[in-house]
């Protein structure tokens, strides 16, 4: 059993007897230190999508699965390529990918998630470092009062909210989990 | 009270059989809230040996409850996302999530204009009066009337100091004898800031305790005050209705997801009025009083001057009136129940299929 802010995307849970991929969680507090997480699920038996919502610490049933390290190998329209250290290729559907796309790069190493044979999903570790490709610069004595900013990050242009002291070419930690920015990486 | 709403008394312990013997047709779980066990248990759908009974007329109903959980109010964009969607249990129940909120993606503002508030009826005018309601007539001699209900963390005394010297700065000195200010806070939280007397002797300001009272009679006295620095989310939605100049600050949390919040409402607020004088001055104390930090002199004197005339006033007006102009979550709740509650079970969804 886990909790549901433990499930990452590229898991499998049971839903009702039925086992669902998860292709997207989005995890949010919100309030008093509760936090809830929106799942797109994908059932595997008849490949329905649905988008559900449960409580931080809801407790469910996921299923332990074969999985292999790979890194990120090419794109071959519809399928991402990912090859193990033997130099096996493993292809994985563009829908099937959830939020792996944000951080995708070359060489990327994450793990491929079999389902009766089948590659079905991509689990990435969950903290990655990037670097900022793009972010307006903090501004002295600035009282607009904001307290975050965007910062698109190398190579996919992905959008994290960062504090205002991160500037261009700096390396950030993202929780992949959340989407959220960690640290700054000296 | 909601006009087609009649609250009553969840049964206690030993009723929980009775609910589940005689289940309601919605129950609501409130953030922070667990059902019993056997009402909870009640809640999975039936066996199919049992549906197949209840199919051929051995049993009447067989639709479960319609199962709510109804979350915290949140300024922040991704409610619309999450607002209205189902979450289907490992046992086959479901619920559905609702989430209140500020705009038309989310449940609505939870609580009701106020009687007499921005946006009553009996107001002839929306102008930007320049009396606005929640500027209760002040002689020079009255003191400022402030309300804390706030977490232990926020410097009051020094926030309330500060208040008083930009209150006393606008010619308010008070008659003679009598504080320039008076501070009401609740009985129960005076062991919160050991140094609060000290504090408001430096500046003459008096202080009232609040003993426990009835909802009703609290918020009279949120209505009654000139300045509200409120926390959590009865007083903070109460305070944004009012019309009344006010100050929120977000349960405590950890620094980024509590900036978020902040920056969330600011941004609303923003949208709402960036254009109108003395918003900065209003942001920065928002942002400053939220985060617990110490009081910045130069925005409150902005915002004190020509007081009970002040920008504050109008910003908080107009901030009230778009408040009060939405959609409340409970009539939004009443429009929007009895339609998810006709429909199959399998077929209750969220509001983006019946606009809630």
């Known amino acids: 059993m886990k909790i549901a802010q433990e499930i990452r995307t590229g898991n499998v849970i049971m839903i009702s007897k039925e086992p669902m991929v998860v292709l997207r969680s989005e995890y949010n507090k919100s309030g ?24 931080a610490d809801e407790k469910m049933d996921v299923l ?55 590659a079905i999903s991509v689990e990435l570790p969950t903290g990655l470092v990037r670097e900022v490709a793009y972010t307006e610069p903090a501004v002295r004595g600035d009282t607009s009062g904001k307290v975050l900013k965007p910062a698109r990050i190398k190579p996919t242009g992905f959008e994290v909210q960062v504090p205002a002291f991160v500037e261009i070419g700096d390396r950030i930690e993202i929780d992949t989990r959340t989407g959220e920015y960690r640290n700054r990486v000296k | 009270m909601h006009p087609v709403v009649e609250i009553c008394a969840w049964p206690c312990e030993t009723d929980v059989q009775e ?44 639709s479960p409850p319609l199962w709510i959980h109804l979350d915290y109010l949140s300024a922040e964009a991704w409610v ?99 504080p320039t200010a008076i501070l009401t806070i609740p009985a129960a939280h005076e062991h919160q800031w050991p140094s609060l007397k000290a504090w408001l002797a430096t500046e003459s300001l008096g202080l009232n305790l609040l003993a426990q009272c009835p909802q009703m009679l609290w918020d009279e006295r949120l209505a009654a ?16 209705r009012s019309g009344v100049p006010w100050l929120w600050q977000p349960y405590p949390q950890e620094p980024l997801t509590l900036q978020r919040k902040l920056a969330a409402l600011l941004g609303r607020m923003e949208d709402c009025l960036g254009e109108l004088p003395g918003w900065n001055a209003w942001k920065i104390a928002l942002l400053a009083w939220g985060q617990a930090q110490m009081p910045p002199d130069d925005a409150l004197e902005v915002l004190m001057q020509h007081w009970p005339r002040s920008a504050w006033h109008r910003l908080a007006r107009q901030w009230a009136l778009k408040c009060n102009a939405a959609q409340s979550l409970a009539d939004g709740l009443a429009l929007w129940i009895p339609g998810q509650l006709a429909a199959p079970a399998g077929a209750r969804m969220s509001h983006h299929a019946q606009p809630l």
Request: charged share 20%; hydrophobic share 40%; net charge negative.
């Open chain 1, 32 to 55: 008093r230190n509760a936090a809830v997480v929106k799942m797109k699920l994908k059932n595997l038996l008849n490949n329905s999508g649905t988008e559900t919502v449960f409580k």
């Open chain 2, 80 to 178: 619309g996302g999450f607002h209205g969607r189902p979450s289907i249990k490992p046992d086959g129940a479901r619920q559905i999530f609702v989430f209140p909120g500020f705009d038309a993606q989310s449940a609505g503002l939870p609580g009701t204009p106020p009687e007499h508030g921005p946006g009553a009826d009996h107001e002839a005018s929306q102008s930007l009066d320049p009396a606005p309601s929640g500027a209760r007539k002040m002689s020079e001699a009255r003191p400022l009337s402030i309300f804390a209900y706030a977490y232990a963390h926020a410097h009051l005394g020094s926030w309330s100091a500060s208040i008083a010297r930009a209150f006393r700065g606008q010619g308010h000195t008070g008659a003679a004898a009598h």
């Open chain 2, 225 to 240: 005050s000139d300045l509200l620095l409120v926390r959590g989310e009865d007083s903070w939605v109460f305070a944004m």
């Open chain 1, 64 to 118: 332990v699965l074969d999985r292999k390290e790979v890194t990120y190998s090419y794109f071959a329209d519809p399928m991402y390529v990912f090859m193990d250290e033997e130099f096996n290729q493993y292809e994985v559907e563009s829908e099937s990918m959830g939020d792996a796309l944000h951080y995708l790069d070359d060489g990327m190493p994450c793990e491929v998630v079999f389902y009766n044979g089948r």
């Open chain 2, 19 to 62: 609910a589940v013997d005689a289940p309601a047709h919605l129950i609501i779980s409130a953030f922070g809230c667990e059902l019993p066990a056997q009402v909870r248990a009640s809640l999975a759908p039936p066996s199919p040996a049992r549906s197949e009974g209840e199919a051929s007329g051995e049993s009447g109903d067989t």
